[in-house]
């Protein structure tokens, strides 16, 4: 039986690891010191693969931080910094009151300012929607049909590594039942001994009611082309 691994007054970051204590399940854990003082039991693997640096004081210093910057007037994305809040989150950062471009107010955290991840009130997100909605319109829907996933692959977790063939009980034997879908329809393609039979029903129904779309979609694109 392999030795466990001892791994007591080794630093990680600003932990220093002082005792195993009780596991949790089968993950072990160790009571630490942070620099800062404090003492924080933390998971083995957290501590091994450096996700766990101190006690969460980095995170709040961090926060303190960006806290104390003034972003008055400064811009982010389409978000101008008119006013900071009186009130802070949940996990005590500074929320700045933002005019957007497109007129609307709204409430944002500094950290999401700083970092970039909050560029608008929401339209941003809006408008990027719709135009990706009108690109598929436009350019990959043919008669109602979103082309792209009938050329999709087969999905990672099929059972039978072909697309649209699925194994099915039958007084305790296995058989496989093809179907494939059209606009949102399921046809039933029939059930058969083999998985070979299946497959090669479902590739002849890819041909009667896949191929059409396929090939429409492909002459619309060498039109603009």
């Known amino acids: 039986m392999p030795k466990k691994i001892d791994i007591t007054d080794e630093k990680y970051g600003r932990l220093t ?4 204590v009780e596991p949790k399940g089968y993950s072990r854990r160790f009571l630490c010191r942070c620099k800062c003082g404090n003492e924080t039991i933390v998971y083995m693997s957290a501590l091994r693969k450096k996700t766990t640096q101190s006690c969460g004081c980095i995170q709040r210093e961090k926060a303190s931080q960006s806290n104390l910057k003034d972003l008055t007037n400064k811009t982010f994305g389409m978000l101008t910094a008119i006013e900071r809040v009186n009130t802070k989150s949940k996990s005590r950062k500074a929320i700045w009151k933002c005019l957007c471009e497109c007129g609307n107010f709204t409430n944002v955290e500094s950290d999401k300012l700083l970092n970039k991840t909050t560029k608008s009130c929401g ?7 719709n135009d990706l909605q009108e690109y598929n319109k436009d350019k990959l829907v043919t008669d109602g049909v979103f082309t792209p996933i ?3 692959k087969v999905r990672v977790d099929s059972s039978t590594g072909i697309k649209g063939v699925v194994p ?12 494939i879908s059209i606009k949102k329809k399921a046809i039933y393609l ?3 001994d083999t998985i070979e039979e299946a497959a ?3 590739k002849k129904a890819e041909k009667e009611y896949h191929e059409p779309y396929i090939k429409a979609l492909e002459e619309k694109q060498n039109e603009r082309d």
Request: aromatic letters at 6%; glycine letters at 6%; charged letters at 40%.
């Open 17 to 20: 690891v002082l005792k195993e």
């Open 123 to 129: 339209c941003l997100r809006e408008k990027i929607g």
């Open 150 to 152: 009938l050329k999709s």
């Open 168 to 179: 099915v009980k039958r007084k305790n034997t296995i058989k496989y039942q093809a179907t």
């Open 190 to 192: 029939g059930t058969y």
């Open 200 to 202: 090669k029903v479902r």
